[in-house]
């Protein structure tokens, strides 16, 4: 049942992604729309989900908590790091493509954790099963629409794109079925959704909101990062 189920979340990610993809003459709106739910996921789903399942205190601080700002400094890094070795080619002010195609990366394991936490979910209980399902398939089309959206943001040939696109729609199916097999520990999976969030949050705030607002500083990019926070708070509120 799980399996079958996540065949849902592998439409719902296509769907996103060629939404994404279909809308490049506004791509300031799609950038902006990207942020917002990139944002929403984070705040209010990957986060509370993350303190519920490894909020064990390390030194005072929520272990999921102490991930979540280790994944925004890790993001900030790496990208870093990047841009020195692309300065040091001769590229400078030029976007990097392996930021992008690790963020890509990172959320396709971020759907393959939705397949595990789904088959998982089903094990416990059939209506539980069917809550997280709920959740799964909702989101995983905000996770296309950024999965193609980040690669091909960073300089990425479309084709790259598409791959990483297709890769976060298969990781729930994998997910699901590798649970016939073993089921993931919760404080691992936490400390997992915690690292990731905060990797997301940076990419959210310090490139993809700027680059949105950079040449179209207009109210209805705002208005569609707005919306995507309010999506997000939607697909939660009913998953609850």
């Known amino acids: 049942m799980a399996v079958f189920v996540a065949l849902g979340a592998f439409l719902m990610t296509l769907a996103g992604g060629w939404v994404a993809q279909r809308v490049t003459d506004r791509r300031h709106l799609v950038l902006g729309l990207a942020g917002g739910l990139m944002l929403g996921v984070v705040g209010l789903d990957l986060l509370p989900e993350a303190l519920e399942a490894a909020g064990t205190p390390v030194f005072g601080v929520p272990a999921a908590l102490l991930l979540f700002v280790g994944g925004f400094l890790v993001a900030h890094l790496v990208e870093r790091l990047l841009a020195v070795r692309q300065v040091a080619h001769g590229a400078d002010g030029q976007r990097v493509p392996q930021v992008g195609l690790a963020a890509a990366a990172a959320m396709v394991g971020h759907s393959l954790m ?39 943001l960073y300089g990425n040939a479309r084709r790259k794109a598409l791959l990483m696109l297709f890769a976060a729609a298969v990781a729930p199916v994998v997910g699901a079925a590798t649970t016939l097999l073993f089921t993931l520990p919760e404080e691992l999976l936490g400390g997992y959704l915690g690292f990731f969030g905060g990797a997301l949050l940076y990419l959210a705030a310090a490139e993809i909101l700027p680059e949105a607002h950079h040449t179209h500083p207009a109210r209805s990019t705002l208005l569609c990062t707005v919306g995507g926070v309010g999506f997000i708070w939607l697909v939660v509120g009913i998953a609850e």
């Open 114 to 152: 939705d397949g595990i936490a789904l088959g998982a979910a089903f094990q416990i209980s059939g209506s539980m099963g069917v809550a997280v399902a709920l959740a799964v398939i909702s989101h995983d089309f905000a996770d296309g629409f950024n999965t193609y959206t980040l690669t091909s």
